[in-house]
C-alpha cells in the first residue's frame, strides 16, 4: 500500500508540474519568459535528486550519508494476477494511461482546429533599431482550401 500511495504521489506531482508549466506559457509574453519559467520549474522538481545526491556523497554528515547509502529489500507477497487490489491498482493505471492520451489527442485537435481558422497567426511585424525608424510589415489574410 505504501507502494502505491508513493507512485500515486509521484504521478500528482508530475501532473502539478504540467500544470504550472501550462499556466507559465499562457502567462508569459517572450520566449525567454518561458525559457526562465521552466529552466526554474525544473530546477524545484529537481531538487530533492541534487539534495539526496550531495547527502550520499557526506555534505550533510555522516549520519545521512550512512542513511543514504543503506538498502532496503522489499519483497511483494501474494500474486499480482489474484489479488482484488493489484487487478484494481492495474485497472486504475491503466484508465490514468488512456485519460492522459485522450486528453493529449483533444489538446491537439482543438488546437490544430483553431489554429487552421486562422486563430494563431501573426498579422504583423514590428521592427525598430536603435535611433531609426520603425519598420512594419502587415501581411494579408490568406482563404483557407478547406
Not at 53 to 76: V, Y
Not at 118 to 130: A, D, L, M, T, W
Amino acid at each position: 500500500m505504501r507502494i502505491f500511495v508513493s507512485c500515486m504521489l509521484r504521478l500528482a506531482v508530475g501532473y502539478l508540474f504540467l500544470a504550472c508549466l501550462f499556466l507559465a506559457v499562457i502567462q508569459s509574453e517572450e520566449v525567454l519568459d518561458i525559457f526562465f519559467d521552466v529552466l526554474a520549474l525544473e530546477f524545484v522538481e529537481n531538487i530533492d535528486d541534487v539534495i539526496y545526491a550531495l547527502a550520499k556523497r557526506g555534505f550533510f554528515g555522516k549520519r545521512l550519508r550512512r542513511a543514504a547509502h543503506k538498502t532496503h529489500s522489499f519483497e511483494a507477497t501474494g500474486d499480482a494476477k489474484t489479488s482484488v487490489f493489484a487487478r484494481r491498482a492495474a485497472r486504475f493505471v491503466g484508465f490514468v494511461y488512456f485519460c492522459n492520451a485522450g486528453l493529449m489527442i483533444f489538446g491537439m485537435t482543438y488546437l490544430m482546429i483553431r489554429q487552421d481558422n486562422g486563430e494563431f497567426r501573426c498579422n504583423s511585424v514590428h521592427v525598430g533599431y536603435k535611433g531609426e525608424r520603425h519598420l512594419s510589415v502587415q501581411f494579408l489574410a490568406l482563404p483557407t482550401l478547406w
